[in-house]
């Protein structure tokens, strides 16, 4: 049986936004960051990076697509459980190639920026929650990519270590002017980013900004 | 940092990684110490035949090699004299004439109390130094007779028990010989310890050979390629129309037959060992992957490419695949030094069945470097090629798929 996930859903995201996604379960929130994070292929429609449909890219291109430019926070962090947090964070520079000193130099300078400097020889296990989060959006941005896709990623932390989540992402989008696409039930989140699309039964309900 | 990656998963779950690696071990110890074991087994069978039995080379009659194995006395190599002559001084060469005999054997002096039909070969005393029987023994003098150590055992004989031939003289007729066991001998060659002995002038006398022989051997260094020897071999065949010459191989038939057989017993070890290693591994990797499924959908999420993916399970297996390796070189050496220094004694098999293999005693294995690079090799290739299908498996659907799971 055919089910369609997302139906005439049309939108376009703006450089430098910090949006977010919501809606219930199965309303399609999934499919649309997994589209948008050329994770899957439209069945029809199209989705469009600066101006060029994904589909035209093979599954290598769309691999160099996402390794340098589009970051992805994940609801269970999902880190490399074997490498520690520098060397986590370090992981997509390594993908691509680039020289050891000048990973070595943005790695601690992004590790300082969310708050986890003592702490970048820890493996995964012995990190907090919200460290390992820090870790996940550390790794998401130290590429600078053009986007980050956000999967509910205050969903497994407290309230306050949600908040300064919510903030140390807020102000990163503010600073370095990346793109946050954030799929979330948190009012909090949602309260702290300035345009909403709210999704139901694959269609968008509303968007409000 | 993929071989790192690998690395730290290998030690993620190190019992898991222990446990296979000991697995891997384990068969690839089986496979060192069999190949040790035959190898050794082939050495010293191939330096007892030389040394106890069939010689480098031997020479017949050509009339007589179709029957040898009958023994048959009235197709000798006369004037023997002349190729002695010849040879003497080049190689080690001795004279043997080899005949069949009834034995009449007796516990006490009288009476009778068996007789069994026996290979008795007549020696020169001054002239048997082809063959080692004789090294620590006395040779046998007129009228007298060397039992083999299993022969002795088997008619219950004693040095200085009586014991009579019947046999046939060159032309056919009857003979009758009243002998006397002068010595035992033991040997390590199963053939040698079933034979009996006597002196080459008594025989010539008794069975009429007018100076006669059955064949003439001749020594060569026990590591002589085979190839040379088949060159001396036809170069004596031409110097000798009337004369077969025949280097060990042709000779000892039944151990060829049963090296060439051994080639699918090795096939049927490796086999094993296959078996082994194969199901420690991919029940190690395919949990590694099963388990780590999302962590794949992660990684290639973040952009990492397929063969990436791919070099990191493979370089885990073939971690995995020399760890395990690695410890069976370790244990398969202690079994090896084991079998070379102190060997293991098989004699109470071998003494009631009739082996091809020419070792009575403690059999002992062989160094052979090339088994233990081929074990190690074989456990990183089964290694990797168990790992290839999970793997496979893992990364055939789409990047959401492997992420849900």
Known sequence: MEIQALRGVSCSIAEGEFMSIVGPSGSGKSTFLNLIGCLDIPDEGSVEINGVDISRYSKSELADLRRDSIGFIFQSYNLIPVLTAFENISFPLILQKIESNKIRKRTNEIIARVGLSGMEHRIPSKLSGGQRQRVAIARALIKSPEIVLADEPTANLDSDTGVSIIKLMRSLNEELNTTFVILTHDPQMMEHTRRIIHLKDGRIESETS | ?405
Do not use: C
């Not at chain 2, 069999?34 to 069978?45: A, E, H, P, R």
């Not at chain 2, 060992?273 to 962590?295: D, H, P, W, Y």
């Not at chain 2, 060997?343 to 233990?372: C, E, H, K, Q």
């Not at chain 2, 290694?383 to 793997?391: A, D, G, H, I, N």
């Open chain 2, 1 to 405: 940092m993929i071989l790192r990656m690998a690395f730290r998963n290998l030690t993620r779950h190190k019992k898991r990684t222990i446990i296979t690696a000991i697995a891997i071990s384990v068969g690839l110890m089986f496979f060192i110490y069999s190949d040790s074991m035959l190898v050794g087994i082939d050495k010293q069978t191939v330096q007892n035949l030389i040394w106890y039995e069939t010689a480098s080379l031997r020479m017949y009659n050509s009339e007589y090699t179709p029957d040898r194995q009958l023994f048959p006395v009235d197709r000798p190599i006369d004037s023997p004299e002349n190729i002695l002559e010849d040879l003497r001084g080049e190689y080690d060469i001795s004279p043997r004439t080899v005949f069949l005999a009834e034995m009449l054997f007796y516990e006490e002096p009288y009476p009778v109390s068996g007789s069994m039909y026996g290979v008795i070969h007549a020696v020169t005393s001054s002239d048997d130094t082809v063959f080692r029987t004789f090294n620590d023994t006395d040779m046998p003098r007129q009228g007298e007779i060397v039992l083999g150590g299993w022969l002795a055992e088997d008619i219950r004989a004693e040095i200085g028990y009586p014991l009579t031939l019947l046999t046939r003289t060159r032309d056919g007729y009857f003979q009758t010989i009243d002998l006397e066991v002068s010595d035992i001998v033991y040997t390590p060659n199963q053939v040698t310890n079933r034979a009996a002995f006597m002196d080459i002038d008594y025989v010539n006398e008794m069975l009429d050979m007018q100076g006669a022989v059955t064949e003439i051997s001749l020594a060569l260094p026990v590591n002589t390629a085979i190839e040379d020897i088949e060159v001396l071999s036809k170069t004596l065949s031409d110097q000798y129309p009337q004369i077969d010459v025949l280097g060990w191989r042709d000779q000892a038939e039944d151990f060829i037959a049963l090296a060439a057989a051994k080639q699918s017993a090795t096939g049927f070890i490796l086999m094993l060992v296959f078996i082994i290693v194969s199901v420690g591994i991919s029940n190690t990797m395919l949990m590694a992957v099963q388990e780590r499924k999302k962590e794949i959908g992660i990684m290639r999420a973040m952009g990492m490419r397929k063969k990436q993916i791919w070099m990191l399970f493979l370089a885990e297996a073939g971690g995995l695949g020399l760890v395990g390796g690695i410890i069976g070189l370790l244990f398969g050496g202690i079994t090896v030094f084991f079998l070379v220094e102190v060997g293991i004694d098989y004699s109470w098999l071998i003494r009631d069945i009739d082996m091809p293999y020419r070792v009575t005693g403690v059999m002992r294995g062989a160094w052979n470097p090339p088994a233990f690079v081929n074990a190690l090799l074989f456990g990183v290739v089964v290694s990797v090629l168990m790992t290839m299908l999970p793997v496979r498996r893992a990364l055939k659907p789409t990047i959401t798929e492997t992420m849900r799971d």
